[in-house]
């Protein structure tokens, strides 16, 4: 009868150094440098930097704040200026209120901003961005986009539902992806009438491509609009379209436009 060998010792596990400074909070207050931070809760006010990562379960900053590394979180609230050189990863809610710019990307559970967001690698958001003040980064995915200000997205911003924007200043996108797409230019009761006499009108909104089920534009200029059902607005214009307009502003336009570049001196 043979006896089972009984299994090799198992090495004793080392403790998670990572877990064990996690278990404390960190509060800086004033001027602060440090080398990274690794904490279940961080809170920040004054000017703080941080040479390397940030890695925290909640974390509250306050001023001006700067990152030289990566920054990670379950969730981030931000008021002031947050720069950070590496890419984000907040897990769930990310609150920013004021000026976030960033060196790499970022991923988000949901976005809320105030203020202006820049970001210099794609931005991807699960679930919904609710924008106010300026958003720009080279391309964005996202559950729902509700943005009120200006955007500069050069490549793709896609939505697994929604695309809602109300501009406020110049804007550019590139192709836009959602099953509902409403793209709307700066009323014109907002710009004073001299002020578009003199110097050629409200702010430049362009959008290069739009590909969705439903479109409503109005005050926007875009290439190629393909859709099944498409809104033309006052101030709308299109110059290709493929799909059905079923309804359409007096002062909207389709087709190609030449437009003369303003008189030297002014800018639109």
Known sequence: ???????????????????????????????????AVLATTWTATGVVKVEGDVDVGSGT??????????????????????????????????????????????????LTARGTVRAAAPVVVDRTVFARGTLEAPSVRVG?????????????????????????GDSHLGTVRAPRTELHGPPTSLIPTLWRTVFGGSASIHVDRIEADSVELSAVDVGFVHAREIVLGPGAHVTAVEGAVVRRSATSRIGPESRSPPPPGLRR
Request: proline share 6%.
């Open 61 to 110: 900053v306050d001023g001006l704040v700067s990152v030289g590394g990566r920054l990670t979180a379950t969730s981030l609230r931000a008021r002031g200026t947050l720069e950070v050189v590496g890419a984000v990863e907040v897990r769930d809610d990310l609150a920013l209120d004021g000026t976030f710019r960033l060196a790499g990307g970022l991923r988000a559970g949901r």
């Open 1 to 35: 009868m043979s006896i089972a060998s009984p299994p090799p010792p198992t090495a004793p596990t080392a403790p998670d150094r990572a877990a064990a400074v996690r278990g404390s909070a960190i509060r800086d207050s004033g001027t602060v440098r440090r080398d």
């Open 144 to 168: 729902v986009l509700d943005l009120v200000g200006s955007a500069e997205i050069p490549g793709e911003l896609a939505a697994a539902a929604v695309v809602r924007a109300q501009f406020r």
